[in-house]
């Protein structure tokens, strides 16, 4: 079947997308619950928190704490999220989660500038900075991100020429800082995308970059995130960023009832029913999604949590 | 974009599927008004109840009050569900539906006997006798169906020989009866579909049939409807099943918490934004997802109600 990879890498960013959107105060203990039976799935990457101003963001306040009361497990990555440098300082404070580099550019320059306050001139400003401050720490730099990559809820459509522009300035910043920029994150942070944009972006930067590994970010706020994340498999993208139960959405990004990201069973689910291997145990990551909506104390849009597997079943009926 | 058909054909499913699987006694009224509401979003085809045991469906018992208060819209086609003989007269003697003959199989036999209580022999007799009673009241027959085409909660996965095993049998009632079918629903009854088995069984037929039209009925119970329906428009399929406000169920299909049918304004935003005319006005749509969701009195899995179009916000930036 064509390009489909045989094996995709999933970063979950259920705690961090869900504890930082959801209203009411979710006590630290309960998040470090979570991400510890998540760590029991098989997941190679979890988001925890993410390093933001606790005024923006009152969820996210006990970032630190909640660092320090996790379990890690062996063979699995522990990561943050930061959007300057302040955030950056506290993640490598914390001392216990796998700090890594990117260089995170957004391709609508009205969201940038409501979500972080820039333009995009000083955020390449603020790149060339962060780098810096990467290379002091010894902080390898592999990665690039282009948020709102699909669309923008305050600028409207965006062109591939766009995306490639992007593509240009990251290596540029690339070059002058020595960096091997390995992946390309694609986020569609407002939900913009349909199969058929992932497969006009996607194409667009492979051609231009066939050797650049893409990930793809995607929400579900219009219902199109499996449907997107298929279009992406079908391209050979092998890592996809995903959120137990379907936790999470963007406080920022003007939505009023935002679902949250693509539901991380929910991809494990489609991936292993076509043969694509993620290395997640499904049952464990359904008892992980059912904690989640335990924890956040209201229903979760996750599917196979409520519809079940079909390798149960399927054991089920081999015994009858 | 290779495949992708340039217009597609939704026929709504929702009242029938959500009045059936609705656990509280809905008005018939609010039916109607549900109905009516459909009417005038450019839905060329609603399937406003079903003609089944009131004793075992009890949400369908006011199945002729529902049909004699709808208001028919000009171009719209209003038809009903039935199971057999009786329901079908039924059906014709309500006297303001559009009665379509078709032949009904199942693919799974454990299921057909759970839900008809029938065997594969059994149903192929019947299906003569409903034939020859369609031929008696002068209704065309062109299409075909076949149930649990993907997999089967009491049988498991369907191999594609299966499936053409029953449309040879498809045939050799057509050539029987002298009757042209024209186009063959596939229906995943129970959520077992994939994108790629999606692929598997519509190509296996479309080899063997090039020139039968293949139409799907797509279910979300498993979260895959919308990216299933995306690999059906990608093979060419034109014609889908579909729910408002991701109405319905089966409430045969054994599921707990089953998610209904996919959603129909998520599926007419997906086929809109990639260009593929679908002849709904999605904003109507979405009004009467909202009804829905009033009528039945509790939130459906709709998306894009929530989450809002695309249409109207870049309207909104352009006057911006």
Redesign the interface.
Known sequence: ?GDFPRFVRINEEGPREGFQIEKGPIPTARKIELIDSLSKTGLKQIQVVSFVNPKAVPGMADAEEVVKGIKRAPGVRYTGLWLNEKGLQRAISSGKLDVTGSISLTASERFLQRNQNRTLAENLKAQNATIATFKLNNIAVERASIMAAF?C?????IANSRILELCERIFELAAAHDLNIKILSLADTM??A????I?RVVGAVREKYPHLEIALHLH?????G??N???GLEMGVAIFDAAVAGLGGCPFAG?????GNV?TE?LV??CE???INTGVNLDALIESARLAEDVVGHPL????M???T?VK??EK??VA
Chains 1, 2 share one sequence.
């Not at 349909?194 to 944009?197: I, M």
């Not at 579900?220 to 199109?224: K, V």
């Open positions: 079947m669309g809820n305050f600028e409207g459509d939900a913009w349909t199969p058929l944009s497969r579900d706020t219009r219902g199109m499996i449907a994340a298929y279009a939505h009023r009832a935002a679902a539901c929910d689910f489609m029913e076509m043969g849009p996750g599917a196979v409520k519809g079940g079909l079943l399927r009926l081999a």
